[in-house]
C-alpha cells in the first residue's frame, strides 16, 4: 500500500500541473487544440489519480493492467511538456526591456521626430503604448518563411494575419482572408467583417470592409501587397471588431500622417482600454495585427544595426507576416 500511494501522489501532482496548464493556455491562447490537448491530460492523469487510489498492491496482474499503468504512465510524463508549453505561453505575453528613443507627444510632432532622430527606427512611448515608426521604402506580406533577422535591409518584422488552426505546415489555406505579395494573389480562408492593410507603390491605405475584397486583389494587379484583417479605427471612428474579452497585449497598424506605423499596448490590457489609448493618442485609421501567445514574435532594427526582440519567441506554427525593408 505504501508504493501505491506513492504512486497516488504522484498523479495528483500531475493532475494538479495539468491544471496549470489548462489556465494558461484557456487565459492566453483560447480554445484551440492546445487547450483540447492538455484537458484530455488532465482527464487521465485525474483517472490515474482515482485508479491508484483505489487499487490493491495484491491484486491480480494482467497484461491488461499493465498496459494501463503504463499508458498512465506515459501520460503522466507528458505533463511535463504541458508544463513547458504553458510557460511559453506566460513568459511571451510580455515585453522585452525596450529602449526608447522619445515621448509620442502628437501626430503633427512626428514628422520633425524621425527628420531629427536619424534612427532607421524611430521607438517612441505614451504612458500606455509603443510606438514603432520605421524609416521603410517598402512593405511585404510575406508568407510561409519567417522573416529573417540576418537579412539587413529588414528594418521591422510582426505577425500580421490570422490563421485558421495551428499547424506546422503552411498552407495560404490556413490564413484567414484574401492576401497579396509582391503582385502574387490568393485567396486563403473566406472571412466576414474584415477591412484590408494595402502598399502599391509607395501608397499605404486600410479600407473598409465593404472595399477590402477588391482592394487586395487590385494590390496584387498593381504588384503590391495586402492581406486582410479586422479593423480597429477608420477615420477616428470605431464601429468595428468589438467582441473581444481578452486581457492582453494588443498590436495595431496605423496611418500617421500617411506613414504606416506599429503600435503595441505596453502592457496587458482590455481590448477597449487599448482602443481608447490609440484614440487619446490621435491615432484615426488603425487595423488589428495578429496576436496572443506565440503569435506576437516581433523584432525591429536597433543601434548599431542589431537585432532586437521587442515581444515573444518564434512560433513553429506561425506563416505570415509584415515585413518594413529600408
Not at 492538455?38 to 487499487?55: C, E, K, P, W
Not at 518584422?157 to 499547424?167: C, G, I, K, L, P
Not at 490556413?174 to 472571412?191: D, K, Q
Not at 479600407?207 to 487590385?218: M, N, R
Request: proline share 2%; hydrophobic share 40%.
Amino acid at each position: 500500500m505504501v508504493k501505491n500511494s506513492h504512486r497516488a501522489i504522484w498523479y495528483l501532482f500531475t493532475t494538479m500541473m495539468s491544471i496549470f496548464s489548462i489556465s494558461c493556455i484557456r487565459i492566453f491562447d483560447g480554445f484551440n487544440w492546445p487547450f483540447y490537448t492538455v484537458t484530455v491530460n488532465a482527464l487521465i492523469s485525474l483517472f490515474g489519480l482515482v485508479f491508484h487510489i483505489h487499487r490493491r498492491e495484491d491484486d491480480v496482474k494482467t497484461p491488461a493492467l499493465s498496459a494501463v499503468k503504463i499508458f498512465l504512465l506515459l501520460n503522466s510524463l507528458c505533463v511535463f511538456v504541458m508544463i513547458g508549453f504553458s510557460l511559453f505561453i506566460v513568459t511571451t505575453q510580455y515585453h522585452n526591456a525596450l529602449k526608447t528613443d522619445g515621448r509620442f507627444t502628437s501626430v503633427e510632432a512626428v514628422d520633425k521626430q524621425l527628420e531629427e532622430s536619424g534612427k532607421d527606427v524611430l521607438l517612441l512611448e505614451t504612458d500606455s503604448l509603443y510606438i514603432f515608426f520605421p524609416k521603410y521604402n517598402d512593405i511585404d506580406f510575406v508568407t510561409e518563411k519567417m522573416p529573417s533577422t540576418e537579412d539587413d535591409s529588414i528594418l521591422l518584422s510582426v505577425t500580421a494575419a490570422f490563421q485558421s488552426h495551428h499547424q506546422l505546415g503552411f498552407s495560404h489555406d490556413n490564413i484567414v482572408g484574401m492576401h497579396a505579395s509582391n503582385g502574387e494573389l490568393w485567396e486563403g480562408r473566406p472571412a466576414e467583417g474584415v477591412g484590408a492593410f494595402t502598399f502599391v507603390n509607395g501608397d499605404a491605405c486600410i479600407w473598409d470592409i465593404d472595399q477590402s475584397y477588391e482592394a487586395v486583389k487590385a494590390a496584387a494587379a498593381g504588384g503590391g501587397s495586402g492581406f486582410q484583417q479586422f479593423i480597429i479605427l477608420l477615420n477616428g471612428k470605431r464601429d468595428y471588431h468589438n467582441e473581444i474579452d481578452e486581457f492582453r497585449c494588443y498590436r495595431a497598424l496605423a496611418l500617421v500622417n500617411g506613414r504606416v506605423c506599429i503600435i503595441d499596448s505596453r502592457t496587458q490590457v482590455h481590448y477597449d482600454e487599448f482602443v481608447e489609448a490609440l484614440q487619446d493618442a490621435g491615432i484615426r485609421d488603425a487595423l488589428y495585427l495578429d496576436m496572443g501567445s506565440g503569435w506576437n514574435h516581433s523584432w525591429y532594427r536597433g543601434e548599431n544595426n542589431k537585432c532586437v526582440e521587442i515581444i515573444g519567441k518564434p512560433w513553429p506554427f506561425s506563416h505570415s507576416w509584415l515585413e518594413f525593408r529600408r
